[in-house]
């Protein structure tokens, strides 16, 4: 069965004070991992996706980076704006057959 | 170009009612994936429509059925309600089953 693991489930950051998210993950035949962003009562919103290890993606303070085994997010000096639950997802599986599962997020509070 | 859209936005029901969501994928889209979110839990799998059939299926008793309609547009029906059926409603769109996916806001059903 296709497991996803993100740590930690909390996260604590003083404004200008950059950390990595992981998401570890054990899947058969991965397509493609992604990260989401969830405020609170509403649904996930994508940030980006990729597809194979070493490859990388950026937007605005935010960094994605993929192994054969885990993905990272690095969030350079985070702003309280940036405080949300942050999901990773993985697609796996052969033909027409690809399920998607997601981790249980990382709760992210930036503190002014 | 309106993303997608879902509801109601929120629903109140008494333990062993039936419910029927409502969800308009965003346009362009063709596939409609529901995921249940538990409060604190990442998004569970359901089910998948594609033209107008149920393709895939997570780990939800057949009390949770689905449908999908010509324009796309989709329902999730679930009947003889638990209280640990209370959770926050998903519908993500894409463009064929294994492409990204946009989410929208959700549906909070609280069952009493």
Redesign the interface.
Known sequence: EDQ?T?SPEALRLQEGESSSLNCSYTVSGL??L?W?RQDP??????LF?LYSAGEEKEKERLKATLTKKESFLHITAPKPEDSATY?C?V?AGSG??????????TKLQVIP | DAGVTQSPTHLIKTRGQQVTLRCSPKSGHDTVSWYQQALGQGPQFIFQYYEEEERQRGNFPDRFSGHQFPNYSSELNVNALLLGDSALYLCASSLRPNYGYTFGSGTRLTVV
Not at chain 1, 41 to 46: A, Y
Not at chain 1, 96 to 105: E, L, S
């Open positions: 996803v993100q397509r493609g992604f989401y009562g509403k649904g996930p919103e994508f996706t999901l997802a697609q027409g057959y690809q399920k998607v599962t997601f981790g249980i997020g």
